[in-house]
């Protein structure tokens, strides 16, 4: 009857230089992201947030994140996100900011939304392509998706990290 | 020509932002340098900052009237940060490496009228909760 709940946050990592996602790792997210509630709310935030506080997945070729915290201090949290400017990983420093996508209640409903998120950036990226090339490689990658009995996401696209076009 | 009448408006806030006041007295055992009524509001404030972050020391508190014979002080705030003061005054330990205390005697909503006479808490106001 009584269960801790919890809320996901999908977020998606916007670094300016290509270089930048090599800092992009769940321990760098987690440290910026606990200075940035700390700066915000003090010791009692960093308490409240940290209750429950994990980084449940991260994909460094899209820098998309998801973040674990307690139902009842995840307010706090997503105000406390745009507050973060940089990740630090291994000594390198790479300017970013987190923008949130989707706030949910289960990993499920998170993932559905990524399926979808996805879907439409790569429609996006399709008609953003400038050249004939970038076209049928990105057709060529989509095409040859498929579950495999190795491949454990069976939902997760993956984009071309280089059709970087705003 | 001649302007319209001014029309009578009347605006009731059901839920404004009330105040509550504290009245508080600052312990410093050891007999050293009493602080000035600025250095309690940035005491205060720090308080705030330490346990609340930022957004805690953005409250707005005000320091209504100091003595400082007796370090005793009244402060006001708004409601909805009525907590986190208090809150953050118990858990302040330290005034410029010196052990200290703040004992809450006394809170309210409403400021009672026999606090000081009506110039002195001017002064004191606008001295301080700038």
Redesign the interface.
């Known amino acids: 009857m009584v269960r801790f709940k919890n809320r996901y946050v999908l977020c998606e990592v916007v670094a300016e230089e290509p270089r930048g996602r090599h800092c992009i790792e769940d321990r760098a997210v987690a440290t910026a992201v606990r200075d940035a509630i700390a700066r915000a709310y003090g010791d009692y935030g960093l308490a409240c947030c940290s209750m429950s506080f994990t980084v449940k997945y991260l994909n460094a070729y899209t820098g998309t994140v998801l973040l674990r915290c307690r139902k009842d201090f995840h307010r706090l949290l997503c105000s406390a996100l745009p507050l973060v400017r940089q990740l630090e990983s291994r000594g390198l420093r790479c300017p970013c900011f987190l923008s949130t996508l989707h706030v949910g209640g289960t990993i499920r409903s998170c993932q559905k939304f990524l399926i979808q998120h996805n879907r439409r950036q790569l429609l996006t990226l399709l008609q953003n392509c400038t050249n004939e090339e970038e076209r049928q490689r990105i057709r060529q990658s989509v095409l040859s998706c498929s579950l495999t009995e190795g491949q454990s996401q069976s939902g997760d696209e993956e984009e071309e990290d280089d059709t970087e076009t705003d | 020509m001649a302007p319209p009448p001014a029309a009578f408006e009347r605006r009731v806030l059901r839920n404004a932002a009330g105040h509550h006041y504290l009245r508080v007295r600052l312990e410093l055992p050891d007999g050293g340098a009493r602080p000035s009524a600025a250095q309690l509001k940035q005491l205060v404030v720090a308080a ?9 020391a953005a409250l707005p508190v005000d320091v209504l009237t100091y003595e400082e014979k007796t370090l005793s002080a009244i402060l006001r705030v708004v409601s909805s940060g009525f907590v986190k003061l208090w ?1 953050a005054l118990t858990l302040l330990g330290f005034y410029q490496n010196r052990r200290c205390a703040f004992r809450v005697l006394q809170v309210g909503r409403m400021a009672s009228p026999n606090v000081s006479s009506c110039c002195v808490i001017a002064w004191l106001g606008e001295h301080v909760a700038s």
Not at chain 2, 48 to 56: K, S
């Open positions: 705030l900052r330490e346990l609340h972050g930022e957004v805690g809150s």
